[in-house]
């Protein structure tokens, strides 16, 4: 069973047992935190779309860590016009533990 969520303009792919990463979330390691968007949700014998999302339907998931990404180089350059210009960032983000996904509704 999987299903396909909504959190922040961002659709996730998430199983059971799944570390996902996402942008960065302010809330402390070890808290659970529930997404209630979800868009479809594929049961091992059928698969149910929302309009636009499915109700009584959630994930629970862990906050397992927070980091940051490797170093993104960008560079801007002109030939011939003694231009060049360094940059580097670094993408904030969260990884999550789904640990369960229920819905109420066990018929579908």
Known sequence: MYVIFLDRDTQYKAKCGDIIRLD???INIGKTIVFKKIILLSDNKKISIGQPILHNIYVEGLIHK????KKIKIIK???R???KKNQGHRQH???IKINNIKYKNPTL
Not at 66 to 69: D, F, P, Q, T
């Open 93 to 95: 983000y969260t990884d």
């Open 81 to 83: 016009k003694h231009y």
């Open 24 to 26: 960065k979330i302010n």
């Open 66 to 69: 927070h980091g940051r990404n």
């Open 77 to 79: 350059f002109n030939r």
